[in-house]
């Protein structure tokens, strides 16, 4: 009876300390692994690597010939021109949030991750954190690189001894470039679908500014329209990129809801919706 008895206990406990248990950790890992192994992955880090470097370049090079000209003002500062190609690089950072999790709905491999990780919470943060460190590594590194090649480029390089003219707006370049692709992971959670995920994403980061600016046309009626416009993700993160000491806590208030409301939606979702 004392054997018998004690079985279930002893196979309870072996199920409970088995190496195969899913973790947090083993699925951070596996989200690292399918994000990295995706070529669109790869495909999208690269446009935004050339995007980012090649402007940066030929910003610089118009910046100083501007300059040098006859009556030309003052050459834009060294910073800005490293961060200005992020109104066109947030695109890219957004779409690959949003085909970060839809190609898993349309390869049904979503299921399997379900399947392995029962806590759907769990996965929407693991990936998450993925995409956000994938996203702020790869940011990181192509500043550094525009910065070797546009410094040959500009008559007064970064001024690295005044963080509000250097260290601050670089990071808050980095984390508005995290921001962005976690809007474009909202929306993928949400709308399940690639297509449907990169237009509302690209929706949100650039038809939406373009939309508010026309009412400063429509009169004073509507200027609290035109004044909302700098919550929107791409006119906060400007704000938050600027050089200068700038109140900031705004636009970063705003980017953090940007980033948590898509994904607190995208949680619902998955929550209440089979995959």
Same mark, same amino acid.
């Given at each position: 009876?004392?054997?018998?008895?004690?079985?279930?206990t002893?196979r309870?406990?072996?199920?409970?300390t088995s190496?195969s248990?899913?973790?947090?950790?083993?699925?951070?890992?596996s989200?690292w692994?399918?994000l990295?192994?995706?070529?669109?992955t790869?495909?999208?880090?690269?446009?935004a690597a050339?995007?980012?470097i090649g402007?940066?370049?030929?910003?610089a090079?118009?910046?100083?010939?501007l300059?040098?000209g006859?009556?030309?003002?003052?050459?834009?500062?060294?910073v800005?021109?490293?961060l200005?190609p992020?109104?066109?690089?947030?695109l890219?950072a957004?779409?690959?949030?949003?085909?970060?999790?839809?190609g898993e709905?349309?390869t049904g491999?979503?299921?399997?991750?379900?399947t392995a990780?029962p806590r759907?919470?769990?996965?929407?943060?693991?990936?998450?954190?993925? *995409?956000?460190?994938?996203?702020a590594?790869?940011?990181?590194v192509i500043?550094?690189?525009?910065i070797l090649?546009?410094?040959?480029? *500009?008559t007064?390089?970064?001024?690295?001894?005044?963080?509000?003219?250097?260290v601050v707006p670089l990071?808050?370049?980095v984390f508005?470039?995290?921001?962005?692709?976690?809007?474009?992971l909202?929306?993928?959670?949400?709308?399940?679908?690639?297509a449907?995920a990169i237009?509302?994403?690209?929706?949100?980061?650039?038809?939406?500014?373009i939309?508010f600016?026309?009412?400063?046309?429509?009169?004073?009626?509507?200027q609290?329209l035109?004044?909302a416009?700098?919550?929107?993700?791409s006119?906060?993160?400007?704000?938050?990129a600027s050089?200068?000491?700038t109140d900031r806590?705004?636009a970063?208030l705003?980017?953090?809801?940007?980033?948590?409301?898509?994904?607190g939606?995208g949680w619902t979702?998955?929550?209440?919706?089979d995959?």
């Amino acid at each position: 009876m004392t054997a018998v008895s004690s079985e279930p206990t002893l196979r309870t406990r072996s199920t409970a300390t088995s190496p195969s248990r899913l973790t947090f950790a083993r699925l951070l890992s596996s989200e690292w692994i399918k994000l990295v192994s995706l070529r669109s992955t790869w495909w999208s880090l690269a446009v935004a690597a050339v995007l980012s470097i090649g402007l940066s370049a030929l910003i610089a090079a118009v910046s100083r010939d501007l300059g040098a000209g006859p009556g030309g003002g003052p050459a834009l500062a060294a910073v800005n021109v490293i961060l200005l190609p992020t109104q066109f690089t947030m695109l890219v950072a957004g779409i690959l949030g949003a085909i970060a999790i839809t190609g898993e709905y349309s390869t049904g491999m979503i299921r399997s991750t379900l399947t392995a990780q029962p806590r759907r919470g769990a996965v929407l943060a693991a990936k998450a954190i993925v *995409v956000s460190l994938v996203l702020a590594a790869t940011t990181v590194v192509i500043y550094a690189i525009a910065i070797l090649v546009t410094t040959p480029l *500009v008559t007064t390089g970064i001024d690295w001894s005044d963080p509000s003219q250097s260290v601050v707006p670089l990071a808050f370049g980095v984390f508005a470039m995290v921001v962005y692709a976690l809007i474009g992971l909202g929306f993928g959670f949400i709308v399940r679908n690639g297509a449907g995920a990169i237009a509302a994403t690209v929706g949100v980061l650039f038809v939406l500014p373009i939309v508010f600016s026309l009412f400063g046309i429509a009169g004073e009626s509507w200027q609290w329209l035109v004044d909302a416009a700098q919550y929107l993700p791409s006119n906060a993160g400007g704000t938050l990129a600027s050089t200068g000491d700038t109140d900031r806590l705004p636009a970063f208030l705003a980017m953090i809801a940007w980033a948590v409301v898509p994904l607190g939606l995208g949680w619902t979702v998955l929550r209440t919706r089979d995959a």
